[in-house]
Structures are given as C-alpha cells and as structure tokens.
C-alpha cells in the first residue's frame, strides 16, 4: 500500500490530498523521509568529488525535501486542528527529530566539505544570493559548536543540556506558582467590578472548589481586577501576590535557576568564542550589536518615562481626591487608568461590532493588497483539513503567484493565538514552486446564517497576519532556507506590523467597516474613539516593556550577574524607574528571557520592529499618499519580496535610503508630546 503523504500530489495546485490522508500515515511517512534525509547526508558528506557548491551547499538545500513536504502538512494540523492522535505523534516526533538535527550539525565531514567551500568562496563565481546562503549554512553550524573539538565541545554539549533542563524547571516552577496563589472574594470585596469580572472570578472560583468568587494570578483574571476593583488592599494583595511570582521562596524559586542559567549562557558564548551572549545572539539580528539595542531603547526610554510621569501626577490626584494620602503605587495605576480611559475615549464594544464584519474586514485586507502590489483573490474549492478553511488562488496579470488559505474560527482542536504557516515555501531549486500560504485565527463562529463580527484587535491580528502572508506569497528568491519569512527574528514582524495601517486609514474603514443590517459606513465620532482607545496610557505600557527589555540586554551584554536580582535593582535604579510602575516582566517570571533561549537578549525585538513599521509607513505618508504606487513597488522589490537573501539592514535601507528613526514610532503612541 502507497503512502498518499509520499505519492505525488494531483491536487489544485498540488496542494495536500488532506481527503486521503489519515493520521495512521503520518508515523510512516516520517519514518521513511527521515530515512531518506540520512541518506542524503550521508551522500553529501561522503562524495567522492571535490565540495562545491552545487554537490554541498546545494545538495543540504535539497536533502530535507520529502521531510519538509511531510513536516509541512502535520504541523498545520497539529497547530489548527489536533486530536488526541496528533498529539501523541507531536511527543513521538519531537526526539526524532532533534536527534536528527545534532547528527547533521555535528557531523566532522559534512562540516569539513561546508567550511572547504567557505574557504574557496571567492573562486566559486556565486551569486550573490549563493554566497549569502553559503555564509547563512556555515554560521548555522559554526554556531551550533561544529568547529569544536575535544573538551570545548564536550563543555558545549553539556552546557547546552543543562540549560534545557533550567528551562523546563524555570517554567514549571512558574506555573506551579500560578496555580498555588488565589484569594477569595467576600461579598464585600466585589465593589467595582464589573459583571464580566465577577462571572470570571466565580467560575474560576469553581474550578478549585473555594466556595465563591476568586482572583487568581491568570493575566485574564488579575488585570480587569486590578482595573476595576475599588478596594485598595484587595488590589495591593493581589499585585504583590502576582510580582512575587517565581520568588516565593522553597522548592520553586527561580532566582537561582537565574542566576545559573546567566553563568552558562556566559560560558556558552565564551566557549564558542563571543565576549558576551549579547554579542552571541545579536549576530545574527539586523540590530548587530548589543550598542544599537541599548541606543534604540534609550531613544524610546526618556520620552516614555516623561509621558508616564506627566500620567502618573494626573492619576495621583484621583487617587487624592479618593480620600487616600500619599504616592500612587503600583497597585492603583490600572485603577485609575481605567476611571480616566472612561472619560476619555468611552467605547462600548457593543456599539461598535457590528461595523466590523469578519467577511468584509477579509475584502479591506485583499483590496489593500490590490492597490499595492495589484493581487488578485478568487475563491476555489480544494482538498482543506476543516469545512472551515476557505482558499484562495492568489494572481497578477494572470499568473498564479500563491494559494491563500483562511482558518478564521475558534474550535476546540484549534490552539489558541493567531499565526501565518507556510505549508509550502516558495523556491526556484526544484522547480518553480509557488507557496501555499495559512493564516490561522481564533475569531468567534457565529450562529448560523448570522455574520461574523470582529473586534477592532481582532481585525488588527486579521491584517497582521496577512502581512506575513504577503511575506510569504511575493517572496522571489532561489533558495528555500532564505525564502518569505526566513528572516532575522527582529526584522520578521515588519511585513506583519506594516500592514496594520492600512486597516487605519480612514477610506478603508469607511469603505469597508459598514453596519451588518443597515449597510452603513461606521460614523466618524465612533472611528475617532476607537482609533484613541486603541493608543490610550502608552506611556505606562511603554515604560514597563522598556525596562524589561534593558534589563533583559543588561543581563546578557557583560560578565553574568551572580545575583540577578541585585542586577535587576541597579539598572532600574540607573535608568530612573518611576515609582508607580513596574517591569513587565521581573526576573523571576520572566519566561521569554529564562524559559528557553528564544527571546533571552531579544525582547527589545517588538520594540525594534514597531519603530521600523511606524518608520516604513511613514514613507507612504510622506508620498501623500497610502497606497503611492511608487513606495509600494519599492516596499515589494526590497522588504517582501527578498526574504533572507540580503542582510535586514540593507534591505530596509535600500526601502528607505537610511536605517529607521523612532520619531514615527513617538508619535503613533502620542510620547512625542510629553517630552
Ligand atoms: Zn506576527
């Protein structure tokens, strides 16, 4: 019996047979790819002809192709649909796959026949766009510890799996904590909240068998408290509950785990010859260098810190006027923000829904792309996973440039989020091969034959993701591994983020956001409230990412702290903290830096790419214009259509002319004001 993941594909596009394929072929398929993939390594590693690099860098290009083809179509499913059986094999294929990984990368030979043709780089006549590969594929197993031998790479073996082990605890250790601190709510402490809150803290109050409402430390449940409840000492309880989290002391106390993780990270970095792990991880960032981090934050710092407190004098005298005595505090910032946001830009949610239809916000998405970059969308019937997916076939001047595939609704077998996949990557090596590109979403089904409706973050998250959709779709490059959104981590929300402001332009909302019953286009006094609802008290929000992102750097950019808790006090201290607000994120909770490597030395990446997104659109506005031919064409030609094939710097500035200012970044958070 054949294999329908391994046959050929006859399919629209030659998208997967999803109605033949089951999950019992999922296991053999794997099996067998990998078996093919080894036998490609082990083809390259041992030809008998010189390395070049067609026989090397070429072949490692091509020697993962069934895999990924294989690969491509589970974890989609994995992801937008799973079920008890595609669990089990995500736990199965998990090991297998990154034994697999440290096979390739640590294979002497393989490494040998890379680093020949590094060497014989100038001789080779390589495109440019080979030579970046060429260099990209090298660093890959430079960094992984291949140039190594004897002791230093056994030191790097076991200080890598030392760091996995602390990552597992450090999070463990967190939702341990998470789940061990509530407090109960008597009649007496609901005073504020709204119906919303009090349903959630019942039902939450439920789940642990407390006997009445709770608060628990889940963001859900602990930010609309401490927006909303009127007692001070219930809030100011439940803020230092949620700050202490990870340093409570006992068997699940992170701090240590901190301070270990700092020193091995130190050590790898040395051990594969970096000053710092900052200069470790930052080498293959558009951002370089720990410098230009430090440089673009402190930018973005001091006029945050002057809206925040300019914020923080106006709260303290609600908080005055109370009846209270004293400085604002932590716990009463949200309070107070709320009572103030209601003056401001009251918004009812309600009112607003039925403008934001989920069907008509999909035709803004697709027109933008129309006027840009001149997209076709027509709607086909294919092979899809779920009755829900909706395709696409996307086209220019007649010629198929990708198929789109919508996944918009929240079920049961979806995890939750928003994300853009690839379930095939576009590349010229093995042919002309065209994307097939997934945007999945969470949005509320509606009952049937009602309209969706969307919230105005959920229409953001729609553009947002269709952004990387585009990424994906008018990438034009040779090379798979460099292809759409392979890119530097700070660089790959650009498209994404970019494309956000276009649901704001006014003819788009007006064209586009109508009532659901009556047609009508959305009135301007309701646009107006919910474009300042949405960029409301960004001093606060900015200050508190901030501070977490210079003391994630701080961390990482000299000799290791060994009390990172103490390191913690004195960049605050340096940097001026104000007093009523805190990191986002404090040290020991703070996952995206301690939980794994992902966005240890990399939180400041959001920041990075919002300052480049406000920067980027800025050029359209300068056109005079949103959707100026010219600045698209060029936006195309560099940023989305490059992918990794050049270094993110020089892409933005042959966009731009220069590299990104935080100036469009101040004003779209209204911080150029303050300062
Ligand atoms: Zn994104």
Redesign the pocket.
């Known amino acids: 019996m054949t294999n329908p993941l391994l046959d050929d594909w006859t399919t629209p596009f030659g998208l997967p047979p999803f109605d033949v394929i089951s999950d019992d072929d999922f296991a053999p398929a794997v099996d067998a790819a990998l078996a093919e993939s080894r036998a490609n390594i082990a083809a390259i590693a041992e030809n008998p002809d010189a390395p070049d690099f067609a026989n090397t860098i070429e072949a490692l290009e091509r020697a993962d192709d069934t895999l990924g083809r294989v690969l491509g179509v589970f974890y989609n499913l994995a992801g937008a649909d799973s079920n008890p059986a595609r669990e089990a094999l995500q736990r199965t294929f998990a090991p297998l796959l990154s034994a697999y990984g440290s096979e390739v990368s640590e294979n002497k030979a393989l490494f040998a026949r890379v680093e020949a043709v590094w060497e014989n780089r100038d001789t080779l006549d390589l495109t440019d766009e080979q030579q970046r590969v060429l260099m990209l594929t090298r660093r890959g197993f430079v960094r992984s510890g291949a140039n190594l031998a004897g002791k230093a790479a056994e030191d790097l073996r076991a200080v890598k799996s030392r760091l996995s082990v602390l990552g597992t605890e450090f999070t463990q250790n967190l939702l341990a904590d998470e789940r061990e601190w509530f407090m109960v709510l008597g009649a007496d402490d609901l005073a504020g909240l709204p119906d919303f809150v009090v349903a959630t803290a019942k039902a939450a109050g439920a789940e642990k068998d407390a006997g009445g409402p709770i608060v628990t430390l889940s963001r859900s449940l602990i930010v609309p408290f401490l927006q909303f409840s009127e007692r001070r000492d219930l809030r100011q309880k439940a803020y230092e509950a949620w700050g202490a989290r990870g340093a409570n002391g006992g068997e699940t106390d992170n701090r240590g785990i901190a301070a270990e993780t700092l020193k091995l990270r130190q050590d790898r970095a040395r051990l594969l010859g970096y000053d710092s792990f900052a200069d470790f991880k930052l080498e293959t960032e558009m951002a370089g260098t720990p410098k230009a981090v430090r440089d673009l934050l402190m930018q973005v710092w001091e006029p945050a810190k002057a809206a925040a407190e300019a914020d923080a004098a106006i709260l303290e005298k609600m908080l005055h006027a109370d009846g209270f005595d004293g400085q604002l505090e932590p716990w009463d910032w949200r309070f107070y923000a709320e009572k103030r946001r209601k003056e401001l830009h009251d918004l009812d949610e309600a009112e607003l829904k039925p403008y934001l239809q989920l069907d008509r916000m999909i035709e803004a998405a697709f027109a933008c792309a129309n006027r840009l970059f001149g997209l076709e969308f027509a709607p086909f019937a294919g092979p899809a996973y779920h009755p829900d997916v909706r395709m696409w076939d996307v086209s220019r001047d007649g010629e198929h440039v990708a198929v789109f595939i919508g996944d918009y609704f929240a079920r049961g077998s979806k995890r939750s989020g928003a ?2 996949s690839a379930m095939r990557s576009q590349q010229r090596l093995s042919g002309d091969i065209r994307p097939h590109v997934v945007n999945v979403c969470n949005f509320a089904k509606p009952e049937a034959g009602k309209p969706a409706l969307l919230s105005y973050d959920d229409a953001r998250t729609l553009f ?2 269709f952004g ?1 959709a585009l990424h994906q779709m008018l990438s034009d490059v040779t090379y798979e591994s460099i292809s759409g959104t392979s890119v530097a981590r700070d660089f ?2 650009l498209p ?2 970019l494309y956000e402001h276009w649901l704001d332009v006014p003819e788009v909302l007006s064209e586009f956001a109508t009532h659901a019953e009556t047609g009508a286009p959305m009135p301007e006094d309701l646009l107006n409230r919910m474009l300042g609802a949405a960029t409301y008290d960004m001093g606060f929000q900015t200050v508190e990412y901030v501070a977490s992102a210079l003391v994630d750097l701080g961390f990482h950019d000299g000799p290791a702290a060994a009390d990172p808790m103490q390191r913690q006090a004195e960049i605050l201290e340096e940097i001026g903290m104000p007093h009523a607000i805190r990191m986002r994120h404090a040290t020991p909770h703070f996952a995206h830096v301690f939980a794994g490597d992902g966005y240890s030395s990399g939180y400041y990446s959001y920041m990075w790419s919002e300052v480049m997104d406000a920067d980027a659109f800025a050029a359209f506005e300068e056109a005079g214009n949103p959707f100026d031919p010219e600045t698209a064409k060029l936006l195309e030609d560099t940023v989305l259509s490059s992918g990794g094939s050049v270094d993110a710097a020089e892409l933005y500035k042959a966009f731009r002319g220069r590299l990104p200012g935080v100036e469009a970044l101040l004003k779209g958070r209204g911080l150029d004001k303050a300062a």
């Open positions: 994300w853009c947002h993701e990387h790959v929300e994404s983020q």
